[in-house]
């Protein structure tokens, strides 16, 4: 069997696949709070350069997800934004606490 038959077997297989059944049997056993974090997690990497395929497979959990009832719709939204830069800044910006040392005065 040559290189060539074996390839284009393989793409048709993944393209048949059903990804959105995998994503649903993915998240059937998870709590909310592993819901978000799955969710943080697809939504970073997505960001990410990845394959097709790859791509198709976080795109189909994340529909999953934000489709899934009893979720907070607002902090699906906040951790698709990510932080803001008011707090980005305020946690390591360059006066983040005190700069100079209280010392007692004599």
Excluded: C, F, W
């Amino acid at each position: 069997m040559s290189r060539e038959n074996y390839t284009r077997r393989e793409a048709r297989h993944y393209e048949d696949r059903n990804y959105h059944g995998d994503a649903k049997k993915l998240i059937k056993g998870l709590d909310l709070y592993q819901l978000y974090e799955l969710y943080e997690i697809v939504t970073e990497k997505l960001n990410y350069g990845s394959t097709l395929r790859r791509e198709k497979e976080l795109l189909a959990v994340k529909k999953v997800i934000e489709d899934e009832k009893g979720l907070d719709p607002q902090r699906l939204q906040r951790i698709r934004r990510g932080r803001s830069d008011m707090s980005k800044e305020g946690a390591r910006g360059e006066k983040a606490g005190r700069t100079t040392v209280h010392r007692k005065k004599m």
